[in-house]
């Protein structure tokens, strides 16, 4: 398939976008490499998958000198007119959305970025996907959207009626609108809700990034609620290939509604959500512990209260993963830190 990968410079979309090129499809990645985190880590993912720094001019295709079938365009969600172009041109049969404004604390700060990239710029993908059509567009949802949900594991069909940040909102608004371009469109949408995701050029602003840097210069690292949160931690290759079944799946519409809730409608729709992560929550103090084991050194921990727009606990139901596309997570945490850590130290050795 020829398939469009946006944030393709990010974490996910990186990893993403060589294990495509490595199944034979061809692939365009866009991303605008905006310096939310240092855009080195961005340039650094990039050049793994042959597109050099200084062949990079905005709105313009880049080739890969690595893969020959993957090309390159750094560009902003917010231009409408550019995509339209996009589209028009190369054809796609499927999109993979995963641009957009991370970060939950961060969406404290900079509200209007959520807004613009988050909104406007998924906005501006369902058009494109409308009047060019594709066979499949999944995106990137959140776990945060369950906002003060307190029974788990969080299933799609719990109701998600109370985020508690603006990012979270702005993915919720993501399954809403995404939901009416499938039902008046027909097009065939699937809604990912990623969990903490981790692994080897993960984002600065995670908590393995974040406590691995402080632990290796000798700084404290920040543990908030006296480390009584638990996170659904999943690896990289795990979510990847989760991402794949998903593409390889396009939402249908069977008419049937699943069940009596607010979601009951959805099948008359080709549209879908899933959840994908680990579905086995981590204790933040276990978490510290197997840092400290991989690295060889034990963390100075500064403890601090629950932090606005932070959530206890989350843990992703994924039975319905399981049963369309035979999902099944298999690294396990200490291993996936490992790789981390080798990672870190290497990639910070010679830059």
């Not at 990079?56 to 365009?73: D, H, M, P």
């Not at 908030?224 to 659904?232: L, V």
Request: charged share 25%; proline share 4%.
């Amino acid at each position: 398939m020829k398939i469009l990968v946006t944030g393709s410079a990010g974490f996910i979309g990186f990893h993403l976008v060589n294990r495509l090129l490595e199944s034979g499809d061809e692939v365009v990645g866009y991303d605008n490499i905006n310096d939310y985190y240092e855009v080195r880590l961005k340039y650094g993912r990039l050049e793994e998958a042959g597109i050099l720094k200084d062949k990079i001019e905005k709105g313009k295709l880049v080739q890969s000198n690595k893969f020959a079938s993957y090309r390159f365009v750094k560009e902003d969600l917010t231009s409408k007119k550019f995509l339209l172009k996009l589209f028009k041109t190369e054809k796609f049969d499927a999109v993979v959305h995963l641009a957009a404004q991370a970060g939950v604390r961060y969406s404290l700060e900079k509200p209007d970025e959520y807004i613009s990239s988050n909104v406007q710029g998924f906005l501006n993908i369902l058009e494109s996907c409308r009047y060019y059509p594709v066979k499949h567009l999944v995106y990137a949802s959140s776990s945060s959207v369950y906002g003060t949900n307190t029974k788990v594991p969080f299933s799609t069909d719990d109701k998600i009626d109370h985020p508690i940040s603006l990012y979270a909102a702005s993915k919720k608004s993501n399954e809403l609108m995404a939901h009416t371009y499938s039902h008046l469109f027909s097009i065939p949408t699937t809604g990912i809700r990623f969990f903490t995701v981790y692994g080897p050029w993960g984002r600065p602003d995670m908590a393995l990034f974040l406590f691995t840097r402080k632990i290796l210069e000798g700084k404290p690292i920040q543990v908030f609620n006296n480390g009584e949160m638990q996170r659904d931690f999943t690896y990289i290759d795990d979510i990847v290939e989760g991402v794949v079944r998903v593409i390889n799946k396009p939402a249908v519409a069977t008419g049937r509604p699943k069940n009596n809730d607010e979601n009951g409608l959805q099948a008359q729709a080709p549209y879908k959500i899933y959840n994908i992560g680990n579905s086995s929550p981590v204790l933040l103090t276990d978490f510290i512990d197997a840092l400290e084991d991989a690295i060889g050194k034990e963390a100075q921990k500064q403890y601090l209260p629950l932090q606005p727009g932070d959530v206890l606990t989350t843990w992703a139901d994924v039975d319905d993963l399981i049963r369309d596309i035979n999902y099944q997570p298999k690294t396990e945490l200490r291993t996936g830190i490992d790789e981390f850590v080798r990672w870190y130290k290497a990639f910070y050795a010679t830059n």
